[in-house]
T-cell receptor, first 112, second 112 residues
Framework: DTTVKQNPRYKLARVGKPVNLICSQT?????MYWYQKKPNQAPKLLLF???????READTFEKFQSSRPNNSFCSLYIGSAGLEYSAMYLC???????????FGAGTRLSVL | GDSVTQTEGLVTLTEGLPVMLNCTYQ??????LFWYVQHLNEAPKLLLK?????KRPEHQGFHATLHKSSSSFHLQKSSAQLSDSALYYC???????????FGGGTRLTVRP
């Protein structure tokens, strides 16, 4: 079962409020990723967990936090949402070194 | 760093005509190239991948040949079907890990 699930599918947030997005996978993959996708732009890697080690991309380091309480779950946390955070957020998982990523259907975040 | 260019943002075809979606890349290391397809409201899924120069992987009627001399990995299909309507992403992995760098995507619409 190659399943990555994201909850919720749609989320509305207010400017200045925190946002927490959830992702789960059932494939026992050691690596989980979060990508941000804005209209007419390429999906952009925000961060990834390899096992328990969090790696955040340099240009978004201060904007996003994440936690991985166990192998199956990974969250993406925004401490104070701004309008610029409105986007589709895609979670993915893989076994490090196998190159193929398995994606969830995404959470569409709208910040008002 | 790695980069991927997909020159067409939108492609509209009539059913039965050939499909060609362009992808060129820049990568520091020996790259893996990927095509992902995302149908409406679904997760992006792997369509094809290649590491070997001048080999032509095929899946679901689609094929793509990695040409390292021209840094290209164009996606082709001989005859478009209505069900091929989707968003197609070309992506590169630099073999230094499982992080993918995506192109901006090409939205293919196939009409009767």
């Amino acid at each position: 079962d190659t399943t990555v699930k994201q909850n919720p599918r749609y989320k509305l947030a207010r400017v200045g409020k925190p946002v927490n997005l959830i992702c789960s996978q059932t494939m026992n993959h050691d690596t989980m990723y979060w990508y941000q996708k804005k209209p007419n732009q390429a999906p952009k890697l925000l961060l990834f967990y390899y096992d328990k080690i969090l790696n955040r991309e340099a240009d978004t380091f201060e904007k996003f936090q994440s936690s991985r309480p166990n192998n199956s779950f990974c969250s993406l946390y925004i401490g104070s949402a701004g309008l610029e955070y409105s986007a589709m957020y895609l979670c993915a998982s893989s076994s490090w070194g196998e190159n193929t990523l398995y994606f969830g259907a995404g959470t569409r975040l709208s910040v008002l | 760093g790695d980069s991927v260019t997909q020159t067409e943002g939108l492609v509209t075809l009539t059913e039965g005509l050939p499909v060609m979606l362009n992808c060129t890349y820049q990568s520091t290391y020996s790259p893996f190239l990927f095509w992902y397809v995302q149908h409406l409201n679904e997760a992006p899924k792997l369509l094809l991948k290649s590491f070997t120069d001048n080999k032509r992987p095929e899946h679901q009627g689609f094929h793509a040949t990695l040409h390292k001399s021209s840094s290209s990995f164009h996606l082709q299909k001989s005859s478009a079907q209505l069900s091929d309507s989707a968003l197609y992403y070309c992506a590169v992995n630099n073999n230094a890990g499982a992080k993918l760098t995506f192109g901006g995507g090409t939205r293919l619409t196939v009409r009767p």
